[in-house]
């Protein structure tokens, strides 16, 4: 774990990261970031992330997507198969 101290900067407060932690997240010079508090403590989350996450995500369904259109359930329905499994 790092640590930093919280200094001001104009009429704001800072905190620096630390150089192994930038380099762990991919944090680059002039990024923007998403800042929160939850629960008391104080979240950061990297715009770039949340982009790169969601079009990955995008891409998965897509791709589930465009396989499941090889595939058959055969006969049986969805929720055919839904009530089977449920009856164990």
Known sequence: M???VVGKWGK???IRV???VARA???IDGEKVDVEVQDGDLIIRRQAAHIRARDD???A??????ESRHHSLGI?????????GRRG
């Not at 369904?61 to 465009?66: F, N, Q, S, V």
């Open 2 to 4: 790092s640590h930093s």
């Open 12 to 14: 704001n407060l800072a």
């Open 18 to 20: 630390p150089m192994d």
């Open 25 to 27: 997240t991919g944090l």
């Open 57 to 59: 995500a995008a891409a």
């Open 61 to 66: 369904a897509a791709e589930i997507m465009a």
């Open 76 to 84: 049986a329905s969805i929720r055919e198969l839904l009530e089977e």
